[in-house]
Protein backbone atom coordinates (compact mmCIF):
# COMPACT_ATOMS: atom_id res chain seq x y z
CA UNK A 1 0.00 0.00 0.00
CA UNK A 2 2.57 2.55 0.90
CA UNK A 3 4.91 1.36 -1.59
CA UNK A 4 1.78 1.85 -3.97
CA UNK A 5 1.60 5.32 -2.63
CA UNK A 6 5.10 6.01 -3.18
CA UNK A 7 4.80 4.97 -6.59
CA UNK A 8 2.06 6.86 -7.44
CA UNK A 9 3.23 10.13 -5.79
CA UNK A 10 6.54 9.51 -8.04
CA UNK A 11 4.60 8.76 -10.93
CA UNK A 12 3.02 12.14 -10.52
CA UNK A 13 6.30 14.01 -9.63
CA UNK A 14 7.51 12.75 -12.77
CA UNK A 15 4.64 13.67 -14.25
CA UNK A 16 5.45 17.68 -12.98
CA UNK A 17 8.88 17.47 -13.85
CA UNK A 18 7.94 16.37 -17.48
CA UNK A 19 5.49 18.75 -18.08
CA UNK A 20 8.00 21.87 -16.23
CA UNK A 21 10.32 20.34 -19.18
CA UNK A 22 7.96 20.45 -21.75
CA UNK A 23 6.15 23.43 -21.20
CA UNK A 24 8.60 26.56 -21.74
CA UNK A 25 8.98 28.63 -18.42
CA UNK A 26 7.22 31.81 -19.43
CA UNK A 27 7.44 34.27 -15.91
CA UNK A 28 11.42 34.44 -15.59
CA UNK A 29 12.47 36.97 -13.02
CA UNK A 30 13.50 40.41 -14.44
CA UNK A 31 15.02 43.56 -12.62
CA UNK A 32 12.87 46.27 -12.66
CA UNK A 33 9.70 44.74 -12.00
CA UNK A 34 8.04 43.64 -8.88
CA UNK A 35 5.73 41.06 -9.90
CA UNK A 36 8.82 38.43 -11.07
CA UNK A 37 7.47 38.61 -14.74
CA UNK A 38 8.99 40.21 -17.44
CA UNK A 39 8.14 43.48 -19.11
CA UNK A 40 6.97 42.45 -22.58
CA UNK A 41 6.39 46.47 -24.35
CA UNK A 42 3.62 46.22 -27.24
CA UNK A 43 4.02 48.75 -30.09
CA UNK A 44 0.49 48.86 -31.54
CA UNK A 45 0.35 50.15 -35.02
CA UNK A 46 -3.03 49.20 -36.43
CA UNK A 47 -4.97 46.52 -38.77
CA UNK A 48 -7.45 44.31 -38.20
CA UNK A 49 -6.58 43.13 -34.78
CA UNK A 50 -7.34 46.78 -33.69
CA UNK A 51 -10.17 46.85 -36.32
CA UNK A 52 -14.06 47.14 -35.63
CA UNK A 53 -17.17 46.41 -37.34
CA UNK A 54 -20.94 47.44 -37.55
CA UNK A 55 -22.23 44.15 -36.16
CA UNK A 56 -20.42 40.94 -35.19
CA UNK A 57 -21.14 38.92 -38.32
CA UNK A 58 -20.39 41.58 -40.85
CA UNK A 59 -17.95 41.63 -43.70
CA UNK A 60 -17.11 44.93 -43.84
CA UNK A 61 -15.17 46.87 -41.29
CA UNK A 62 -12.46 49.76 -40.68
CA UNK A 63 -9.05 49.03 -39.61
CA UNK A 64 -7.23 50.24 -36.69
CA UNK A 65 -10.38 51.61 -34.61
CA UNK A 66 -9.17 50.23 -31.54
CA UNK A 67 -6.38 52.25 -29.24
CA UNK A 68 -3.63 49.81 -27.31
CA UNK A 69 -4.99 50.44 -23.87
CA UNK A 70 -8.26 48.71 -25.08
CA UNK A 71 -6.12 45.98 -27.00
CA UNK A 72 -3.98 45.41 -23.68
CA UNK A 73 -7.54 45.41 -21.73
CA UNK A 74 -9.26 43.02 -23.63
CA UNK A 75 -6.96 40.19 -22.79
CA UNK A 76 -6.54 40.30 -19.41
CA UNK A 77 -5.25 36.75 -19.27
CA UNK A 78 -1.81 38.25 -20.06
CA UNK A 79 -1.55 39.46 -16.69
CA UNK A 80 -0.12 36.13 -16.13
CA UNK A 81 2.75 35.95 -18.60
CA UNK A 82 4.10 39.14 -18.43
CA UNK A 83 4.04 43.05 -17.53
CA UNK A 84 2.96 45.10 -20.24
CA UNK A 85 3.73 48.34 -21.38
CA UNK A 86 1.77 49.75 -24.17
CA UNK A 87 2.75 52.28 -26.89
CA UNK A 88 0.77 53.17 -29.85
CA UNK A 89 3.29 53.56 -32.90
CA UNK A 90 0.59 54.33 -35.72
CA UNK A 91 -2.97 53.38 -36.28
CA UNK A 92 -3.58 52.08 -40.02
CA UNK A 93 -4.69 49.12 -41.71
CA UNK A 94 -1.63 47.76 -43.14
CA UNK A 95 -2.10 48.49 -46.41
CA UNK A 96 -1.43 51.95 -45.70
CA UNK A 97 2.08 50.91 -43.92
CA UNK A 98 4.61 53.24 -45.16
CA UNK A 99 8.62 54.61 -44.78
CA UNK A 100 7.45 57.09 -41.77
CA UNK A 101 6.26 54.03 -39.58
CA UNK A 102 8.53 51.70 -40.75
CA UNK A 103 11.17 54.01 -39.44
CA UNK A 104 9.58 54.92 -36.73
CA UNK A 105 8.76 51.23 -35.05
CA UNK A 106 12.24 50.10 -36.01
CA UNK A 107 14.41 52.86 -33.91
CA UNK A 108 11.60 52.44 -31.29
CA UNK A 109 12.39 48.82 -31.26
CA UNK A 110 15.89 49.50 -31.16
CA UNK A 111 15.81 51.59 -28.37
CA UNK A 112 13.15 49.59 -26.38
CA UNK A 113 15.53 46.70 -26.77
CA UNK A 114 18.61 48.54 -25.66
CA UNK A 115 16.53 48.84 -21.84
CA UNK A 116 17.62 46.63 -19.37
CA UNK A 117 13.91 46.09 -17.57
CA UNK A 118 12.38 45.16 -21.15
CA UNK A 119 12.35 41.68 -22.20
CA UNK A 120 10.49 41.18 -25.24
CA UNK A 121 8.38 43.97 -27.65
CA UNK A 122 5.06 42.10 -29.30
CA UNK A 123 4.11 44.55 -32.50
CA UNK A 124 0.73 44.69 -33.47
CA UNK A 125 0.32 44.86 -37.66
CA UNK A 126 -2.23 44.70 -40.03
CA UNK A 127 -1.86 41.18 -42.02
CA UNK A 128 -1.85 42.67 -45.88
CA UNK A 129 1.82 43.83 -45.10
CA UNK A 130 3.26 42.18 -41.88
CA UNK A 131 5.62 39.83 -43.46
CA UNK A 132 7.17 42.79 -45.41
CA UNK A 133 7.49 45.02 -42.08
CA UNK A 134 8.81 41.78 -40.24
CA UNK A 135 11.19 41.50 -42.67
CA UNK A 136 12.27 44.77 -42.54
CA UNK A 137 13.11 44.90 -38.83
CA UNK A 138 14.61 41.69 -39.11
CA UNK A 139 17.04 43.46 -41.05
CA UNK A 140 17.48 46.51 -38.78
CA UNK A 141 17.01 45.94 -35.31
CA UNK A 142 20.05 44.63 -33.37
CA UNK A 143 18.87 42.70 -30.91
CA UNK A 144 18.99 39.45 -29.70
CA UNK A 145 15.81 39.81 -27.23
CA UNK A 146 12.37 38.33 -28.64
CA UNK A 147 10.60 40.56 -31.03
CA UNK A 148 7.18 39.61 -31.95
CA UNK A 149 4.68 40.41 -34.23
CA UNK A 150 1.19 39.31 -34.52
CA UNK A 151 -2.09 40.02 -36.38
CA UNK A 152 -5.70 38.84 -36.77
CA UNK A 153 -8.27 38.46 -39.38
CA UNK A 154 -11.42 38.94 -38.16
CA UNK A 155 -12.24 42.56 -36.66
CA UNK A 156 -12.27 42.76 -32.62
CA UNK A 157 -16.02 42.70 -32.85
CA UNK A 158 -16.33 39.59 -34.93
CA UNK A 159 -17.97 36.40 -33.80
CA UNK A 160 -15.17 34.14 -33.16
CA UNK A 161 -12.52 36.83 -33.25
CA UNK A 162 -9.14 35.36 -33.51
CA UNK A 163 -7.10 38.86 -32.32
CA UNK A 164 -7.30 37.79 -28.32
CA UNK A 165 -5.61 34.08 -28.74
CA UNK A 166 -3.20 35.50 -31.59
CA UNK A 167 -2.01 37.93 -28.78
CA UNK A 168 -1.76 35.96 -25.67
CA UNK A 169 0.20 33.46 -28.08
CA UNK A 170 2.56 36.72 -29.25
CA UNK A 171 3.09 37.79 -25.33
CA UNK A 172 3.72 34.32 -24.51
CA UNK A 173 6.88 33.94 -27.35
CA UNK A 174 7.95 37.67 -26.22
CA UNK A 175 8.15 36.52 -22.69
CA UNK A 176 9.88 33.28 -23.43
CA UNK A 177 13.26 33.53 -23.14
CA UNK A 178 14.39 30.22 -25.91
CA UNK A 179 12.81 32.91 -28.32
CA UNK A 180 15.46 34.95 -27.94
CA UNK A 181 18.44 35.05 -30.60
CA UNK A 182 15.49 33.57 -33.71
CA UNK A 183 15.38 36.96 -35.52
CA UNK A 184 11.63 38.74 -35.88
CA UNK A 185 9.21 36.39 -35.10
CA UNK A 186 5.64 36.69 -36.54
CA UNK A 187 2.51 34.72 -34.49
CA UNK A 188 -0.28 34.04 -36.00
CA UNK A 189 -2.73 31.04 -35.70
CA UNK A 190 -0.88 29.02 -33.34
CA UNK A 191 2.23 28.73 -35.28
CA UNK A 192 5.08 30.81 -35.25
CA UNK A 193 6.95 31.48 -38.49
CA UNK A 194 10.48 33.24 -39.13
CA UNK A 195 10.35 37.01 -40.60
CA UNK A 196 11.92 35.47 -43.69
CA UNK A 197 9.74 32.74 -44.70
CA UNK A 198 6.00 33.77 -43.62
CA UNK A 199 3.65 34.92 -46.70
CA UNK A 200 -0.35 35.62 -46.49
CA UNK A 201 -1.67 32.61 -49.00
CA UNK A 202 -5.97 33.76 -48.12
CA UNK A 203 -7.42 36.96 -48.90
CA UNK A 204 -9.84 35.75 -46.01
CA UNK A 205 -9.53 32.28 -44.49
CA UNK A 206 -8.44 32.54 -40.50
CA UNK A 207 -5.85 30.50 -41.17
CA UNK A 208 -3.31 32.73 -43.84
CA UNK A 209 -0.30 32.33 -42.82
CA UNK A 210 2.58 29.72 -44.58
CA UNK A 211 6.16 28.88 -44.42
CA UNK A 212 5.86 26.87 -47.51
CA UNK A 213 9.65 27.35 -48.67
CA UNK A 214 11.54 26.21 -44.97
CA UNK A 215 8.81 25.35 -42.81
CA UNK A 216 7.56 26.72 -39.44
CA UNK A 217 9.99 27.64 -36.66
CA UNK A 218 7.70 26.60 -33.86
CA UNK A 219 4.18 26.34 -32.53
CA UNK A 220 1.96 27.80 -29.84
CA UNK A 221 -1.16 26.79 -27.95
CA UNK A 222 -2.74 28.96 -25.51
CA UNK A 223 0.89 29.95 -24.26
CA UNK A 224 2.46 26.86 -24.44
CA UNK A 225 5.73 27.73 -27.04
CA UNK A 226 7.35 25.06 -28.67
CA UNK A 227 10.41 25.22 -30.95
CA UNK A 228 11.33 23.21 -33.81
CA UNK A 229 14.72 25.37 -35.18
CA UNK A 230 15.81 28.82 -35.98
CA UNK A 231 15.07 30.84 -38.98
CA UNK A 232 16.57 30.75 -42.29
CA UNK A 233 19.20 33.61 -43.16
CA UNK A 234 21.06 36.61 -41.43
CA UNK A 235 19.42 38.76 -39.01
CA UNK A 236 19.50 41.34 -36.50
CA UNK A 237 22.21 41.51 -34.24
CA UNK A 238 24.34 39.15 -37.99
CA UNK A 239 22.65 41.68 -40.28
CA UNK A 240 25.07 43.98 -41.90
CA UNK A 241 22.01 46.49 -42.58
CA UNK A 242 22.05 49.30 -40.27
CA UNK A 243 19.33 52.31 -40.07
CA UNK A 244 22.05 54.45 -38.18
CA UNK A 245 21.95 57.57 -40.51
CA UNK A 246 19.20 56.82 -42.61
CA UNK A 247 16.89 59.43 -43.32
CA UNK A 248 14.79 57.46 -46.68
CA UNK A 249 15.11 54.58 -48.56
CA UNK A 250 15.50 54.57 -52.02
CA UNK A 251 12.52 53.64 -54.52
CA UNK A 252 11.88 50.03 -55.74
CA UNK A 253 9.21 48.71 -57.60
CA UNK A 254 7.39 45.80 -57.85
CA UNK A 255 5.94 44.69 -61.26
CA UNK A 256 4.55 41.58 -62.15
CA UNK A 257 5.16 39.46 -65.54
CA UNK A 258 1.85 38.17 -67.31
CA UNK A 259 1.21 36.93 -70.80
CA UNK A 260 1.98 39.45 -73.69
CA UNK A 261 4.01 41.76 -71.25
CA UNK A 262 6.28 44.61 -72.72
CA UNK A 263 8.77 47.10 -70.88
CA UNK A 264 6.44 49.58 -70.75
CA UNK A 265 6.08 49.60 -66.72
CA UNK A 266 9.37 48.78 -66.44
CA UNK A 267 10.26 52.19 -68.44
CA UNK A 268 7.38 53.93 -66.00
CA UNK A 269 9.44 52.46 -63.07
CA UNK A 270 12.62 53.73 -63.91
CA UNK A 271 11.67 57.32 -65.19
CA UNK A 272 9.53 57.63 -61.87
CA UNK A 273 13.13 57.12 -59.90
CA UNK A 274 13.10 53.50 -59.05
CA UNK A 275 16.74 52.58 -58.22
CA UNK A 276 15.92 48.97 -58.12
CA UNK A 277 13.28 46.91 -60.14
CA UNK A 278 12.04 43.16 -59.20
CA UNK A 279 10.22 41.50 -61.29
CA UNK A 280 7.47 38.64 -59.89
CA UNK A 281 8.17 36.33 -62.73
CA UNK A 282 5.93 33.75 -64.11
CA UNK A 283 7.18 30.22 -62.90
CA UNK A 284 11.12 30.25 -62.21
CA UNK A 285 11.39 34.49 -62.47
CA UNK A 286 10.80 34.40 -66.32
CA UNK A 287 8.94 36.83 -68.36
CA UNK A 288 8.33 38.07 -71.97
CA UNK A 289 11.76 38.49 -74.52
CA UNK A 290 10.64 42.15 -74.54
CA UNK A 291 10.75 42.40 -70.74
CA UNK A 292 13.81 41.09 -70.75
CA UNK A 293 15.12 43.16 -73.29
CA UNK A 294 13.87 45.91 -71.01
CA UNK A 295 15.57 44.94 -68.03
CA UNK A 296 18.83 44.39 -69.43
CA UNK A 297 18.58 47.60 -71.18
CA UNK A 298 18.01 49.35 -67.56
CA UNK A 299 20.38 46.93 -65.50
CA UNK A 300 23.33 48.19 -67.80
CA UNK A 301 22.33 51.59 -67.11
CA UNK A 302 23.06 50.90 -63.65
CA UNK A 303 19.51 49.90 -62.54
CA UNK A 304 19.58 46.75 -60.26
CA UNK A 305 16.99 44.79 -61.59
CA UNK A 306 15.62 41.18 -59.65
CA UNK A 307 13.83 38.35 -60.62
CA UNK A 308 11.92 37.14 -58.12
CA UNK A 309 8.12 35.13 -58.85
CA UNK A 310 4.50 35.67 -58.48
CA UNK A 311 4.13 31.53 -57.81
CA UNK A 312 3.85 31.03 -54.05
CA UNK A 313 6.87 29.04 -53.17
CA UNK A 314 9.96 27.37 -54.96
CA UNK A 315 13.44 29.32 -55.75
CA UNK A 316 14.15 31.36 -58.00
CA UNK A 317 17.53 30.14 -59.75
CA UNK A 318 20.37 32.12 -61.04
CA UNK A 319 20.84 31.22 -65.02
CA UNK A 320 18.13 28.99 -65.54
CA UNK A 321 16.03 30.43 -68.48
CA UNK A 322 16.95 33.30 -68.23
CA UNK A 323 21.01 34.43 -68.74
CA UNK A 324 21.58 36.75 -65.82
CA UNK A 325 25.25 36.84 -66.20
CA UNK A 326 24.80 38.27 -69.46
CA UNK A 327 22.17 40.29 -69.13
CA UNK A 328 23.86 41.47 -65.13
CA UNK A 329 20.50 40.74 -63.19
CA UNK A 330 19.87 39.40 -59.52
CA UNK A 331 17.72 36.14 -58.80
CA UNK A 332 15.64 36.33 -55.71
CA UNK A 333 16.29 33.21 -54.75
CA UNK A 334 14.01 32.43 -51.77
CA UNK A 335 12.53 35.43 -51.44
CA UNK A 336 9.26 36.34 -52.44
CA UNK A 337 8.83 39.56 -54.55
CA UNK A 338 7.53 41.86 -51.83
CA UNK A 339 10.61 40.86 -49.65
CA UNK A 340 13.19 40.96 -52.36
CA UNK A 341 12.00 44.65 -52.89
CA UNK A 342 12.75 45.09 -48.71
CA UNK A 343 16.21 44.11 -49.22
CA UNK A 344 17.02 45.30 -52.42
CA UNK A 345 15.80 49.01 -50.38
CA UNK A 346 18.33 48.49 -47.90
CA UNK A 347 21.13 46.95 -50.29
CA UNK A 348 20.40 50.09 -51.92
CA UNK A 349 21.88 52.25 -49.61
CA UNK A 350 25.50 52.27 -50.11
CA UNK A 351 26.54 51.17 -53.49
CA UNK A 352 27.44 47.57 -54.55
CA UNK A 353 28.31 45.04 -57.40
CA UNK A 354 26.02 42.48 -58.43
CA UNK A 355 28.04 39.38 -57.41
CA UNK A 356 27.53 41.18 -53.74
CA UNK A 357 23.66 41.88 -54.38
CA UNK A 358 23.89 38.27 -55.21
CA UNK A 359 25.60 37.56 -52.12
CA UNK A 360 22.70 39.14 -49.79
CA UNK A 361 20.46 37.07 -51.42
CA UNK A 362 22.19 34.11 -50.48
CA UNK A 363 22.74 35.03 -46.64
CA UNK A 364 19.57 37.22 -46.32
N1 LIG B 1 -6.24 45.50 -44.55
C1 LIG B 1 -6.09 44.98 -43.25
C2 LIG B 1 -4.68 45.20 -42.74
O1 LIG B 1 -3.72 44.69 -43.21
C3 LIG B 1 -6.56 43.61 -43.34
C4 LIG B 1 -5.72 42.63 -42.87
C5 LIG B 1 -5.73 42.35 -41.43
O2 LIG B 1 -5.24 43.03 -40.58
O3 LIG B 1 -6.24 41.29 -41.28
O4 LIG B 1 -4.53 45.97 -41.84
Redesign the pocket.
Known amino acids: MVRRNVGSALIGLIAVVTVAIERPVHAQTQPGTNTGLPTVVVLAT????A?AAGSDVQAAYK??QVGVDQLLAAVPQTKKLATLRGEQVAN?????MNDEVWLKLARRVNELAAMKDVSGIVIT??????EETAYFLNLVVKTRKPIVMT????PSTALSADGPLNFFNAVAVAANKDAAGRGVLVVVNDWIHGASSLTKTSTTAVQTFLSPLSGLIGSVAYGGVEFYRGPVGRHTTESEFSLDGVAALPRVDVIMAYENMDGVLIDAAVAAGAKGVVIAGVGNGNMTASAVNALAKHAKAGVVCVRASRVVTGRVGRNVEVDDDKLGLVASLDLNPQKARVLLRLALLKQRTNTELQRLFEEY
Not at 92 to 96: A, L, P
Not at 151 to 154: I, P
Open positions: GGTIGSGIGSQDHGTDTIAAMR
